[in-house]
């Protein structure tokens, strides 16, 4: 029995634009650049007949999921589906954070690790957190097409955990925002295959 998932990165927000420090705060929203990635996203995913729908209840992923719910359909959600939390540096810039502590900045580029961030989830929190959810929806919806909306911080980790990478390499697996990614989880022998990767193809057009 087959099992299809489609992840898909919310669409682009105004903290992706600034890059800013999104996480777990629910401030950011889609820019209008953002709404046109969601409404060809919407496009490509009308051909798919999906038998469920997943999203993470933050607003950027929200606003993400409406867009593109295919019609009549649920969107159910899970917290575990949110970001990474980056504590007490969410709302932050990338480049303040380069400025004012460069040590930390190029840890988090070279590992992924925040040490001594006052409430960031570590990498091992973060995995527990994204593989217990996964496993979940898979063990609820066997043999079916489920399509999630969430994060890239969730996806690269999910990507990572079936490709037995190691935690601090999981920055190689790249997600842009509107990409799709899709995964088939094969019961009787219990393997993930990656069939699609950060598939933004139907994006092209506004390039």
Request: with cysteine.
């Amino acid at each position: 029995m087959q099992t299809t998932i489609f992840l898909v990165r919310h669409a682009e927000s105004d903290y992706n634009r600034d890059e800013r420090i999104q996480g777990n705060s629910d401030f950011a929203k889609l820019t209008e650049h953002g709404v046109r990635q969601a409404e060809m996203l919407k496009a490509r995913l009308d051909k798919e007949k999906f038998d469920i729908m997943y999203s993470s209840p933050l607003r950027r992923v929200m606003e993400t999921a409406h867009i593109i719910k295919p019609n009549g359909m649920i969107i159910l959600t899970d917290r575990r589906l949110q970001e990474r939390d980056f504590g007490e540096l969410e709302g932050r810039t990338w480049d303040d954070i380069k400025k004012e502590k460069p040590g930390l900045y190029n840890e988090y580029i070279a590992t992924k690790e925040l040490p001594g961030v006052k409430g960031a989830e570590s990498s091992e929190e973060l995995q527990k957190r994204v593989w217990n959810c996964f496993k979940d929806i898979i063990k609820e919806n066997l043999g079916k097409k489920v399509l999630i909306v969430t994060h890239g911080g969730f996806i690269a980790m999910v990507l990572a955990t079936i490709t037995n990478t190691p935690l601090r390499l999981r920055g190689r697996f790249h997600l842009d925002n509107g990409s799709i990614t899709v995964i088939n989880y094969n019961d009787e022998n219990k393997t993930f295959n990656v069939k699609v990767y950060n598939d933004t193809s139907h994006l092209e057009s506004e390039m």
